[in-house]
């Protein structure tokens, strides 16, 4: 079959990553935006990260935290420049960009780049078609505009805290920095909307995500919990469901560990019996339906536990998935690191990084049918794309950039 000229096309355009050719200024930090344009830069954009000459507040956090793998994780694949916006030059160079981008994306508090003279509306009279993304902990607007927010404060003022633990102990933070990469996967969604809708229109758009609003849908148990019965709900369920509407629903120990159950149909109740030697009670009133279940949630968490807890963890995983039960044993960082499934998909990448040594870096969990996934690439140091970018890409002679240096703008 003769191919067409528009055949052609369609097949390029197919062969090459869904955001080749997009070019996205990136002036976030920490987790939030910079998960947003990892995500971009693993789907192929042309993502120049932008950070002031100390660099941006996760690369300078050189403490016991072990800083350096997540910023790693999250600076993969993007080329970084140097940039002083308080000074008039830097405001030109950036100006200079925003003529030639796609997309703009920060995460600074509300008004900063405003106040800087390079906001919104000031950038879009240079690009029309430009997209500025905006994310903050509590958004552009509302009474608590000016909040200043981390992961851990909306947190807490998210709920997440406060239903995490045991109903007779403190709350608890959650052990993942939800609220950040809850916005990161909004505030990429939201600026996909929008270039979705240039298409159409031409025209750029302004979008923003807040913390908090980004947060709101992940208690929904909860809320349906404390919508049946107020005041007289717990605060915090442990490990049992959020709104106590499942039973099994807990972790429970093993011989060398812990393994989760989440079995809600009934279906699911009855391989469980089968699994831990039961059947004799599976026309037990008390346990046949997930009512029933729920109801006597003290008796189905005995059950299991007495069998769990002399056996080992994956040895107890392996006999519950083997019947369809939802089970996982509960793994270490060790374990979540070298994870078969994520190697064996591409999803998690070996790489020999120049500072971290060999280590298993994840990729995108944007996964296109009939594309390879983009091979990692690890993040640069510091400024290190200056003269790509400020030179082969704006055009600037090595004296000019040279200049750029003496005079402190990069």
Known sequence: ???????????????????HGVTVLDLTQIYNGPYATFLMAQAGANVIKIEPRTGENLRGRGDLGGVDFPFAMLNSNKKPVTLDLKTQKGKELLRAMVAKADILIENFSPGVMSRLGVGADELQKINPRLIYASSSGYGTDGPYRNYPAMDLVMQAMCGVLNSTGYQDQPPVKSGAALCDFFAGIHLFSAIMLALYDRERTGRGRQVEVSMQDSTFFSLASNYGMFHARGDAAPERTGNRHGGLGVAPYNCY???????????????HWKAILEVIGREDLKDDERLKTRPARVANFELVDELIENWTSGRDRDHVADAMLAKGIPCAPVRNLREVLNDRNMLARGSLQPMDHPTLGRVNMPGTPLNFVGLPR?????????????????????????????????????
């Open 1 to 19: 079959m003769e191919t067409t000229a528009a055949g052609d096309v369609l097949a390029k355009t197919f062969d090459a990553p869904p955001l």
């Open 374 to 410: 983009l091979p990692l690439e690890p993040n640069l140091p510091l400024g290190a794309s200056n003269s790509e970018i400020y030179g082969d890409w704006l055009g600037l002679s090595k004296d000019e950039i040279d200049l750029l240096k003496k005079d402190g703008v990069i």
């Open 253 to 267: 120990p093993a011989s060398n560990g812990y393994v989760v159950v989440n079995a809600p149909a009934d279906h």
